[in-house]
C-alpha cells in the first residue's frame, strides 16, 4: 500500500507518517527530514504569535518535542488493519457473545486538537473466527491515534471488527471526557459523552442487544 499524500481506502493507511514506536528521550526527530523541520518551523512561529520567546531555555526544544508528540499521537496513521490483526485470527465454533470491555483510550478531537479520553466496550458474536483478545484494543488504539470525532471512531472500531471478523454481529460503546469542553467554551468538568455502533444481532435482536448494554454499563467485576 502506497498513498504519500494521506489516507488510503477505509483502512486509513498513510506511508508519510513514522514511526509506530518512539522513545519520549530519543532527540531523533520523527518525522523524516524537511517533513521535520517544517513543522518544528511552524511550532515556533505559533510561540511567536503567542508571545512568547521561542529561544528561551524553557521553549528552545518545545518544536521538536511538539512534532515528536503529535506524530506519536497521530501514529495510527501509518498503521494498516492486517498489521494490528497479523496472524491473530482463529478458526473456533464458538457461537456466544465475546467482550473485552474497559478499553482506554486517548484521542484528539479534530476541531480543537485536544485531547479526549475514556474507555470502549467491544463485543461480537463469532461466525467461525475469534480474535485474539489483545488485537481488540490494538484496533481502538489505531483508530483512536487519529485525529478523530467520537463518533466517526465508534463506527471505525465496529467497521473494522466486521472487516476482520465477518461476525453475526458486532457491538461497540464508548465513552469519554472532552477537554475541547473541559477546558474551554462550556467549561462542564463532568459532562461525559456516550456513543454506540451495532452490527447484525446486536442490532436485530433486542435480548443480544440489551445483553451487550448490560454487560458495557454494569459494574465492573474485577478490581
Request: one cysteine or more; charged letters at 25%.
Amino acid at each position: 500500500m502506497s498513498n504519500t499524500k494521506g489516507v488510503e481506502s477505509a483502512r486509513g493507511v498513510r506511508s508519510d507518517v513514522l514511526p509506530h514506536t518512539m522513545d519520549d528521550d530519543d532527540e531523533r526527530q520523527a518525522l523524516p527530514g524537511a517533513a521535520a523541520a517544517e513543522f518544528e518551523a511552524l511550532v515556533r512561529r505559533q510561540l511567536e504569535l503567542l508571545g512568547e520567546e521561542p529561544d528561551r531555555e524553557g521553549l528552545v526544544k518545545t518544536p521538536l518535542r511538539v512534532t515528536k508528540s503529535l506524530a506519536w499521537l497521530t501514529r495510527g496513521y501509518g498503521m494498516s488493519l492486517d498489521d494490528v490483526v497479523g496472524d491473530g485470527l482463529f478458526e473456533e465454533q464458538h457461537d456466544n457473545m465475546v467482550m473485552v470491555r474497559d478499553i482506554e483510550l486517548y484521542s484528539l478531537c479534530e476541531h480543537h486538537l485536544l485531547p479526549f479520553f475514556g474507555r470502549a466496550h467491544v463485543a461480537y458474536i463469532p461466525n467461525g473466527k475469534i480474535v485474539g483478545l489483545s488485537k481488540l484494543p490494538r484496533i481502538v488504539d489505531m483508530f483512536a491515534r487519529r485525529l478523530q470525532v467520537q463518533e466517526r471512531l465508534t463506527s471505525d472500531i465496529a467497521d473494522a471488527v466486521c472487516e476482520v471478523l465477518r461476525p453475526h454481529g458486532v457491538g461497540v460503546v464508548i465513552e469519554a471526557y472532552h477537554l475541547c469542553m473541559m477546558m474551554r467554551g462550556v467549561e462542564k468538568q463532568n459532562s461525559k459523552t456516550i456513543t454506540s455502533a451495532l452490527t447484525g444481532v446486536f442490532r436485530d435482536d433486542a435480548r443480544t442487544r440489551e445483553e451487550f448494554l448490560r454487560l458495557a454499563h454494569g459494574p465492573a467485576s474485577l478490581g
